[in-house]
């Protein structure tokens, strides 16, 4: 089976992280996101992706260099000018000659869906279109999708008021398609498959059907997000395979890539990952976070439910609190960021400031 994986966004609520990276490629506890999505997409049979692509093409191409991850072969498909999400989705399938039976995916959610299930019953239902819908404690937030006992859907309502919510499942960004889909997006247009496709196939009794499923679900896509990804990750909300393949477990709760260095008196409080050439110094202190590799945290410095990318660094007394770090950035001594700031790639935050 083939599918595409929408990933022309800017990413402009994790921002400044993907003025330089798009949002795909960006870490989940040290694997690029993609690949996590590409893992789980052969999991489940899928074979070839094609990635549609809008914002920084050329790092995807980069980051995948044999033009294949794993098992999964990778096709890309670059659009010149945004076309939505349905549009993209024309113009992937036109690029790759998709003319059957598909999957579509958001490229920035992450999931445990079981994916095969899903399409099984898109098949018994003999439905052109399929829909994931997700649970979520407040929906009015998002657009919901209300079903008959069958699956079937009845309506979109988009961004209910609390108090007037239909149904707390809402569209999860993962669908199965017929070819016919295409037909029904005119190409080279911007379209959204959200707001034009799929409500018109609410015409046609019998069309467009939504599978409801509790797996782990969440969309990435801002900074308490992105943060409670790498959480999830570390409590093992996506089962025991989801920590980097080199990981290993040097004490309960505490996962190290490679060869790292800990002071005697350094507190590490799980749970926690570290990446290859981390140094921890004397007196630091990390606690529920992820360090990338060639990481710092010097004496006294605190990391707290926070990620630090590649190579960041923390001078004596900084402390990084809810926060993303980007790569190659430092906190000066007594330097403190929190409240799900991030700190732009190679950034500089000066001694004894406060973010």
């Given at each position: 089976m083939r599918a595409i994986v929408l990933v022309g966004g800017e990413g402009t609520r994790l921002r400044p992280l993907t003025y330089t990276t798009p949002k795909p490629l960006l870490p989940i506890a040290n694997v690029a996101f993609l690949e996590r999505?590409?893992?789980?997409?052969?999991?489940?049979?899928?074979?070839e992706v094609v990635l549609s692509?809008?914002?920084?093409?050329?790092?995807?191409?980069?980051?995948?260099?044999?033009?294949?991850?794993?098992d999964v072969r990778l096709r890309y498909a670059v659009e010149d000018e945004p076309l939505g999400t349905a549009g993209g989705i024309r113009h992937a399938a036109d690029e790759a000659g998709i003319d059957e039976r598909f999957v579509v995916c958001n490229g920035d959610v992450l999931t445990e869906l079981d994916l095969s299930a899903l399409v099984r019953f898109h098949a018994e239902r003999g439905a052109?279109?399929?829909?994931?819908?997700?649970?979520?404690?407040?929906?009015?937030?998002?657009?919901?999708?209300?079903?008959?006992?069958?699956?079937?859907?009845?309506?979109?309502?988009?961004?209910p008021p609390p108090g007037r919510v239909p149904t707390d499942w809402i569209n999860a960004g993962t669908y199965v398609l017929e070819p016919t889909v295409l037909e029904r997006i005119p190409p080279r247009l911007t379209v959204s498959i959200e707001h034009e496709t799929f409500p018109r196939l609410l015409d046609q009794p019998g069309r467009l059907y939504a599978y409801q499923s509790d797996a782990y679900w969440i969309d990435i896509g801002t900074p308490e997000k992105y943060l409670q990804a790498h959480a999830d990750v570390l409590a093992g909300g996506l089962g025991t395979g989801a920590l980097p393949a080199d990981?290993?477990?040097?004490?309960?709760?505490?996962?190290?890539?490679?060869?790292i260095s800990v002071a005697d008196n350094a507190r590490i409080e799980p749970p926690v990952l570290v990446g290859a050439g981390s140094t921890i110094a004397a007196g630091a202190r990390v606690t529920q976070s992820v360090l990338g590799a060639g990481c710092t945290v010097e004496d006294g410095a605190q990391v707290l439910r926070s990620v630090l990318l590649d190579r960041a660094r923390l001078a004596p007394a900084a402390a990084a609190v809810d926060a993303v770090i980007g790569s190659q950035a430092m906190l000066e001594a007594d330097?403190?960021?929190?409240?799900?700031?991030?700190?732009?790639?190679?950034?500089?935050?000066?001694?004894?400031s406060k973010v």
């Open positions: 999505q590409l893992a789980w997409l052969g999991r489940h049979g899928v074979d692509l809008g914002y920084l093409p050329d790092a995807f191409a980069a980051h995948f260099p044999q033009d294949r991850f794993g052109e279109a399929t829909i994931h819908l997700a649970r979520v404690s407040d929906p009015s937030a998002f657009g919901v999708v209300p079903t008959r006992d069958d699956g079937e859907v009845k309506a979109f309502v988009e961004k990981a290993v477990e040097r004490m309960p709760g505490v996962w190290v890539q490679g060869d330097a403190v960021v929190s409240d799900h700031t991030i700190v732009a790639e190679a950034a500089i935050v000066s001694a004894g």
